[in-house]
């Protein structure tokens, strides 16, 4: 796990590099599915109300149906259904990037066919996961997906859920498929992070994807986050971005950062699904509980999440559904 960097030296910061130029950069939300009471069927109302509240706030990237969004609870039909709302209600206000990840090169083939005949304009793609691939099988999997659809591709370095690290060796050889143009790094591992940027920032854009290594990421050469905290909390992740990236106010980005260092850090260890869900409800904007069989937070966890909400400034009265 990242800590909290230190304040970053003016050699370092001199070093960042090229201010981004293309759409792919800032904050990318993987926005949560919300579910309706009872049934859990897919609530798409709460959906159109949380991509907007996300795009009020300044997010520059959706991406649906990513783990943030419960994609393994849901079923084939219903992640080209999210993705569906998703695209509707952007309304081409910012990339939608949709998730297509699968155990089978065909699920993945189908659903990221699905994503371009609906108007999304690039895929992020898990590596296969339980069963592990080699990392020649990894390679053409990732080659059949690109020769079928002519998107570009994110690949997304999770090895606690996938088994299977994105390494820079392996990295050098998925960059050469064609429409592999970008890496979601989620290993939260720096000195891999830099090593990556180092030999790879020409070929590949790179996100972070580590909630608390977010400002350790940006600093050392990320363009951007996929950053699942945004969904409760959207206007300070584009406040952190634009303060390194932009504004270079990195006293500011690192006041910032104590607070909502606190709140990823609650993320990653208490039950991620619900504990987005909760912070969302806080935020303003209720989008439900975790699919089945996951469950709420506790009451006390709730406390304690409130109070890492409230630091940020970040509570607001619920609007929309009551919580379930």
Not at 214 to 224: R, S, T, W
Not at 254 to 281: I, P, S, V
């Amino acid at each position: 796990m990242w800590l909290e960097p230190a304040a970053p030296t003016e050699e370092l910061l001199s070093q960042r590099r090229r201010p981004p130029m293309s759409e792919f950069h800032g904050i990318f939300s993987p926005v949560c599915t919300p579910f309706s009471p009872g049934d859990q069927s897919i609530d798409e109302d709460r959906l159109r109300r949380l991509i907007d509240f996300q795009l009020d706030n300044g997010v520059h990237g959706i991406i649906p149906c990513g783990g943030t969004g419960e994609f393994p609870t849901l079923s084939f039909d219903e992640r080209k259904r999210v993705t569906e709302v998703c695209v509707d209600q952007v309304n081409g206000r910012v990339p939608v990037m949709a998730h297509t990840g699968a155990c089978s090169t065909r699920e993945v083939i189908e659903l990221s066919k699905h994503a371009e005949s609906i108007g999304c304009g690039s895929l992020m793609i898990v590596p296969p996961y339980y069963e592990v691939p080699t990392d020649d099988q990894l390679v053409a999997h990732y080659a059949a997906v690109s020769d079928a659809i002519p998107l570009p591709i994110m690949v997304y370095s999770i090895p606690a859920h996938s088994k299977i690290n994105l390494t820079p060796e392996l990295l050098h050889r998925l960059a050469e498929i064609p429409n592999v143009t970008m890496l979601k790094d989620s290993t939260s591992d720096l000195t891999q992070f830099q090593r990556i940027v180092s030999e790879l920032s020409d070929k590949l854009t790179i996100f972070n994807g580590s909630d608390v290594g977010a400002l350790a990421g940006l600093i050392h050469g990320a363009e951007g986050c996929v950053w699942g905290v945004a969904n409760a909390t959207p206007k300070a992740c584009v406040n952190l971005y634009e303060l390194v990236i932009e504004r270079k106010d990195f006293a500011g980005a690192l006041n910032l950062w104590q607070d909502l260092y606190a709140l990823n850090y609650f993320f990653e260890t208490e039950g991620y699904a619900a504990t987005a869900k909760a912070a969302t409800r806080m935020a303003g904007v209720d989008i439900g509980v975790p699919r089945d069989p996951f469950t709420p937070l506790t009451s006390e966890q709730e406390s304690r999440l409130e109070k890492l909400m409230e630091a940020l400034g970040a509570l607001a009265e619920p609007v929309g559904a009551t919580a379930d």
